[in-house]
Structure formats: structure tokens, C-alpha cells
Nanobody, 124 residues
């Protein structure tokens, strides 16, 4: 069993920055790929970024590449998402996720565990 708890959402103006964090716990958590997804009102949940605990590679969705950075702290079992140059269209609930095939599939079906989500709102 894996537990994921997000924090750090909020309200920011367009062009600003925000950081969201996920604390992951559970005996097998490091065997999973970690990711962030987001869901805007009326839209499907969308892949944002992913990484593995034991590798340096990071992966991004096309809409956030170059603006967002995913990182991890293996000692604290945390996965952060630094969001820069935010746009109103980045407004969504951001979810931390864990799954074994997220990097390949980049879809909700690849996720085994979800956090409760944290709201990010970007005003124009």
C-alpha cells in the first residue's frame, strides 16, 4: 500500500511561480514511478510530469515542458513540482500519482495510487 499526500497549492498571478509537494509513504513506494497529473474543470485528467526514484531522467507533458520541473528527495520520500511562468490554463487540481507504467502510458490507467489533490489557480 502506498499513501500520497500533496501540499503547496494556491493562488498566483499569471507569470508567477508555485511549488507543490508530495510526501509518499509505504513499504514499496520506491518501486513505483512517481508522477503529477492535473485536472481542469470539465476536462480529462492530464499527465504533467514523472520520474523514477533511482534514475535522473525526468519526463514532461508537452504543455508544461520548459516551464515545470519535477524533482525528488529520496531521503524524505518527497516529489516536488516547481511551476514557473504559470498561465491561466495551468489552473487545475494537481494530483500526485504512483504507478509502474506511467512513463510509457502517461494516462490515468497507468496509475495505481492517487493523492487527494491540491488546487492551483492562476489568475490573469
Amino acid at each position: 500500500q502506498v499513501q500520497l499526500v500533496e501540499s503547496g497549492g494556491g493562488l498566483v498571478q499569471a507569470g508567477g511561480s508555485l511549488r507543490v509537494s508530495c510526501v509518499a509513504s509505504g513499504r514499496t513506494v520506491t518501486s513505483y514511478t512517481m508522477a503529477w497529473f492535473r485536472q481542469a474543470p470539465g476536462k480529462e485528467r492530464e499527465f504533467v510530469a514523472a520520474l523514477r526514484w533511482s534514475e535522473s531522467n525526468t519526463y514532461y507533458g508537452a504543455s508544461v515542458k520548459g516551464r515545470f520541473t519535477i524533482s525528488r528527495d529520496n531521503a524524505r520520500n518527497t516529489v516536488d513540482l516547481q511551476m514557473n511562468s504559470l498561465k491561466p490554463e495551468d489552473t487545475a487540481i494537481y494530483y500526485c500519482a504512483a504507478g509502474r507504467s506511467i512513463i510509457v502510458e502517461r494516462s490515468m490507467s497507468a496509475v495505481d495510487y492517487w493523492g487527494q489533490g491540491t488546487q492551483v489557480t492562476v489568475s490573469s
